[in-house]
């Protein structure tokens, strides 16, 4: 079942944790995070845009946590974030001085069976997603392909990196379980590279965050260079509510149940976990803190400064959905895995 991207009652959560907590144990996590600085493990490149997410949440969270910490960003690059993924549930301390950015495929990958995989991902402590993450399939105007109804028709030629990445995973299931007529050409740097090459004229398509499209390449559908064809989630996009979501093409309630799987790299998005096994009332602080972060005006003028997407979620609501995707049948993950691996 997916949540709404803001829960009801999300704000009527805020400071409850800490307001119940006996006085005693109020001052113990204020001197704990008075002395002890937050590391925030992010799992990829400085500048990217989980790293801006990161650092934007290093920059405001610690000033609503007791003891007003400080927060110190670190790059923890490698398997595609799967090794801060691994880090976090593994290594980390568990004292609540380490929080992470790991992948929003990390639940998925974990359920499939992905190799190099090693936790378990409704163990791990959700803190808040900062943001949903929002991905479109963006056609060239000389693909002649416009909408989806066009992308059933007509072969069109898309770009990816490898055959794992999402770039060419999403758009091959697709093509079985909704109809789609992609071909996916592979070899591209990542998206910046790939949607380059559809300018050129190399290739007709390719998939890129609608924030970036937003804010950086708005002019595509200005001018009408290029059209918006899906979104690869599973609710529609508030700015884009005529463009179908992946899950909606699912032609059965098992194909449905396929593409929401997928789907839910949407929903994670960009997230903060703690470790398992972090003690209770510091998994409060943390969640409240980063609940009080998103009513800070500061953080809100940057995150409008920077033209970032702001669809946050809680620390509850996001754990309570990771806890539900671990229920997938194995029958939905058996042919999920038959769909991509063909």
């Given amino acids: 079942m997916l949540l709404p991207r803001k829960a ?25 995070y008075r002395e002890t600085a937050i590391n925030l493990i992010i799992g990829f490149p400085v500048g990217g845009g989980y790293d801006i997410y990161g650092r934007l949440v290093a920059r405001h969270m610690g000033k609503h946590i007791p003891g007003n910490p400080k927060m110190v960003p670190q790059n923890m690059i490698g398997a595609g974030g799967m090794k801060a993924a691994n880090f976090m549930y593994g290594v980390a301390p568990k004292d609540g001085a380490t929080l992470g950015i790991i992948p929003d495929t990390s639940p998925s990958e974990e359920l499939l069976g992905t190799n190099g995989v090693a936790y378990v991902s409704k163990n791990f402590n959700w803190v808040g997603r900062i943001s949903a993450s929002t991905n479109v399939q963006v056609l060239w105007a000389t693909s002649g392909v416009k909408n989806i109804a066009d992308a059933q028709a007509k072969e069109s030629v898309q770009g990816g990196s490898g055959p794992m990445a999402p770039a060419v995973i999403y758009p091959k299931l697709l093509n079985a379980l909704g109809g789609t007529k992609f071909k996916m ?157 063909n």
Wanted: hydrophobic residues 45%.
């Fill in 8 to 32: 009801p009652g999300f704000t009527l959560a805020l400071g409850a944790g800490l307001m119940s907590a006996p006085a005693a144990q109020a001052q113990s996590l204020a001197d704990f």
């Fill in 185 to 341: 050409v592979t070899g591209y740097g990542g998206a910046a590279e790939s949607c380059l090459a559809m300018e050129k004229g190399e290739i007709d398509g390719c998939l890129l965050a609608w924030s970036t499209v937003k804010a950086a390449k708005r002019d595509w559908l200005d001018q009408k260079k290029a059209s918006i064809v899906v979104q690869w989630g599973s609710t529609r996009h508030a700015k884009l509510p005529d463009i179908p979501t992946m899950v909606e093409m699912g032609k059965t309630a098992e194909d449905k149940a396929i593409l929401e799987l997928y789907a839910s790299a949407t929903e994670i998005g960009k997230s903060i976990v703690a470790p398992p096994g972090v003690a209770a009332d510091r998994i409060q602080a943390l969640r409240r803190g980063f609940d009080a972060m998103l009513q800070d005006k500061d953080y809100l003028d940057e995150v409008k400064k920077l033209s970032l997407d702001f669809e946050p979620l809680s620390g509850e609501n996001l754990q309570a959905y990771v806890e539900e995707l671990s229920k997938t049948p194995a029958s939905v993950l058996a042919k999920a895995k038959q769909v991509r691996d």
